[in-house]
């Protein structure tokens, strides 16, 4: 048998060495599983952007006004408010498709600086969009006025609820409750009156009349109603001892 030499053994196994390692390499991934899955959390987050570009600012409020309609489309202006001033302006609807696409892009970001500068809406229109800058003028005052009126009802006194005394009268008694805001009567309910057989009937019939009264007028000087004389003169004395305890 021929024998192998020795020179040889060793230059085959160096070459099984070499190739079990190659193999290994091959095998193992390019990158850290786990710094790869570490990494993707931070690289969202810093590519991840707040609704409307931006977050909002600690006491500001957000107010869209009515959409307005125009010969090429509709626009819509929707405001961000803070301490009673326009802090942002921006047009959520306006024209677009042919040419007004050319005239939207020209004119809405002039109109949104226009209505932060001057806080309201008597801004100037810009020339070659007319009809978006009438749109959007009337969809900011809209916006305006719905800052307006949550400002007042903000600011408006909570109304007064107060109960007039039971004023008895030959049918049954009679008791009316108001609210009172700023001086006046803004609701009144009779919370008892004559009830049974006809009175059943007379009582539906006058009750709501002198609660409309009660408000329109703002006093119990209040005409009777025909036909339930005692419910009326019962409700006027009672709505008077209520309006006694309003200072009214």
């Given at each position: 048998?021929?024998?192998?030499?020795?020179?040889?053994?060793?230059?085959?196994?160096?070459?099984?060495?070499?190739?079990?390692?190659?193999?290994?390499?091959?095998?193992?991934?390019?990158?850290?599983?786990?710094?790869?899955?570490?990494?993707?959390?931070?690289?969202?987050?810093?590519?991840?952007?707040?609704?409307?570009?931006?977050?909002?600012?600690?006491?500001?409020?957000?107010?869209?006004?009515d959409v307005a309609r125009t010969q090429y489309g509709a626009v819509q202006v929707r405001l961000t408010?803070?301490?009673?001033?326009?802090?942002?302006?921006?047009?959520?609807?306006?024209?677009?498709?042919?040419?007004?696409d050319q005239k939207t892009a020209l004119a809405v970001p002039k109109l949104n600086q226009a209505a932060?500068?001057?806080?309201?809406?008597?801004?100037?229109?810009?020339?070659?969009?007319?009809?978006?800058?009438?749109?959007?003028?009337?969809?900011?005052?809209?916006?305006?006025?719905?800052?307006?009126?949550?400002?007042?009802?903000?600011?408006?006194?909570?109304?007064?609820?107060?109960?007039?005394?039971?004023?008895?009268?030959?049918?049954?008694?009679?008791?009316?409750?108001?609210?009172?805001?700023?001086?006046?009567?803004?609701?009144?309910?009779?919370?008892?009156?004559?009830?049974?057989?006809?009175?059943?009937?007379?009582?539906?019939?006058?009750?709501?009349?002198?609660?409309?009264?009660?408000?329109?007028?703002?006093?119990?000087?209040?005409?009777?109603?025909?036909?339930?004389?005692?419910?009326?003169?019962?409700?006027?004395?009672?709505?008077?001892?209520?309006?006694?305890?309003?200072?009214?």
């Amino acid at each position: 048998m021929r024998k192998s030499h020795p020179l040889r053994r060793i230059v085959l196994a160096t070459a099984a060495t070499v190739s079990g390692v190659v193999l290994l390499l091959s095998l193992k991934p390019a990158s850290d599983p786990a710094s790869a899955s570490a990494a993707a959390p931070q690289q969202t987050a810093a590519g991840r952007e707040s609704p409307q570009g931006g977050s909002q600012a600690a006491g500001s409020n957000t107010v869209t006004g009515d959409v307005a309609r125009t010969q090429y489309g509709a626009v819509q202006v929707r405001l961000t408010v803070s301490a009673g001033k326009i802090t942002k302006a921006e047009a959520v609807q306006a024209p677009k498709g042919g040419t007004s696409d050319q005239k939207t892009a020209l004119a809405v970001p002039k109109l949104n600086q226009a209505a932060v500068t001057a806080g309201n809406a008597q801004i100037d229109s810009v020339s070659g969009a007319t009809y978006t800058s009438n749109g959007y003028k009337q969809s900011l005052q809209s916006a305006l006025d719905k800052v307006k009126a949550a400002g007042d009802a903000a600011s408006a006194p909570a109304p007064r609820t107060l109960t007039g005394k039971v004023a008895q009268t030959q049918y049954g008694p009679v008791q009316v409750r108001i609210s009172v805001s700023d001086g006046k009567i803004t609701k009144a309910e009779a919370v008892q009156a004559p009830k049974g057989a006809t009175s059943d009937q007379k009582t539906a019939l006058a009750v709501p009349k002198l609660n409309q009264a009660a408000v329109t007028a703002g006093n119990a000087q209040i005409d009777s109603v025909s036909g339930a004389t005692y419910t009326s003169n019962g409700y006027k004395q009672s709505l008077q001892s209520a309006l006694d305890q309003a200072g009214g």
